[in-house]
């Protein structure tokens, strides 16, 4: 069936430093794959989105590719600021969700 | 801008209680959602409508029930409330289309059952 394994946290990095937090999934066909950011106290925003195989989603510096051939949807940030500190989960179409990765960025 | 409200941010009710957990989406999609958030689990989906009167299990819908009688509004119902049932509950909405589009998210009840 359907699901996603996301890398456990949490993660603590200092500002500047290069983030990824791994997703895989398994699934059939070519469903959406989806970050999602949560900031303390508030709901799920979407942070990116691919549609399909080879497809990049990018949004406020952060990247992830769907990657058909590892079944991956990695995300990553060049150079993670004190303000991305938050939860990111990745999701598989509307109903699968990861357990989340808790980030904390330090000065 | 698109919102997605929960009626309460916090709720306190006792063992036994009905419970109804309201949430309202003011841009006309035709799906809506309630999961649950628990530490180490994630999201975990309760139940979804696709729309009006229309709804459909999750992986975890045991305990509830749902109502969906106008398009924006989704009800979250805890029949007989229990401990187990404490909870972060977080109402979704999103455009038709298969499930493949983003979901918008409401900011959450903190529900406790004592």
């Known amino acids: 069936g359907n699901s996603v394994t996301q890398m456990e946290g949490p993660v603590t990095l200092s500002e500047e430093a290069f983030l990824t937090i791994n997703c895989t999934y398994t699934a059939t066909g070519y469903p959406s794959l989806f970050w999602y950011v949560q900031y303390p106290g508030e709901g799920l925003q979407l942070l990116l989105k691919?549609?399909?195989?080879?497809d990049k989603g990018s949004n406020k510096g952060f990247e992830a590719t769907y990657r058909k051939e590892t079944t991956s949807f990695h995300l990553e940030k060049g150079s993670v600021q004190v303000s991305d500190s938050a939860v990111y989960f990745c999701a598989l179409i509307q109903f699968y969700f990861g357990t989340g990765t808790s980030l904390t960025v330090i000065p | 801008d698109v919102k997605v409200t929960q009626s309460s941010r916090y709720l306190v009710k006792r063992t036994g209680e009905k419970v109804f957990l309201e949430c309202v989406q003011d841009m006309d999609h035709e799906n809506m959602f309630w999961y649950r958030q628990d530490p180490g689990l994630g999201l975990r989906l309760i139940y979804f409508s696709y729309d009006v009167k229309m709804k459909e299990k999750g992986d975890i819908p045991e305990g509830y029930s749902v109502s969906r009688e106008k398009k924006e509004r989704f009800s979250l119902i805890l029949e007989s409330a229990s401990t187990n049932q404490t909870s972060m509950y977080l109402c979704?909405?999103?455009?038709?289309?298969?499930?493949?589009?983003?979901?918008?998210f409401g900011d959450g009840t903190r529900l406790s059952i004592l």
């Open positions: 979704a909405s999103s455009l038709g289309d298969r499930f493949n589009q983003p979901q918008h």
């Open positions: 691919a549609t399909k195989a080879d």
